[in-house]
């Protein structure tokens, strides 16, 4: 079963963050970046793959809110079925988060470049 228009409203949903663009990604469907890190990507309107830290991604799926990559299910990647309405809600969120990752990723290397120089690990973190 698919959601008809899921991959519209998820398209419209990510458009109103800013800095992400869409594209075509290579296995089919459109893919979604912040610059040049994936935020994830919608195989039509029955199929989303989102990509997570290891310990995000474990939690996701610990709390039934995904299930792990349906091809690498080893990775920190998981997967989620369009088969209802609220699904397409549920990867908007998953979506959103795996974007605010990647923001306070950039963050905190825009940060790190702007701090002066120090031999590795011996700054805190």
């Known amino acids: 079963m698919v959601v008809p228009g899921a991959a519209a409203l998820i398209s419209q949903a990510l458009a109103a963050w800013k800095g992400v663009e869409a594209q075509p990604h ?9 610059g040049q890190r994936e935020i994830g990507h919608v195989h039509g309107n029955h199929l989303v793959d989102i990509p997570f830290p290891r310990r995000v991604r474990d939690e996701v799926v610990a ?3 995904a299930r792990p990559h349906h091809i690498l299910p080893d990775s920190g990647w998981v997967s989620l079925y ?3 309405p609220a699904d397409v809600q549920q990867a908007i969120t998953l979506l959103r988060r795996s974007y605010d990752l990647a923001v306070e990723q950039r963050r905190k290397r825009g940060a790190a470049s702007s701090e002066p120089d120090e031999a590795p690990g011996t700054g805190e973190g």
């Open 63 to 65: 709390a039934g809110l």
């Open 82 to 84: 369009l088969q209802q």
């Open 26 to 34: 290579r296995f089919g469907g459109v893919e979604y970046r912040l």
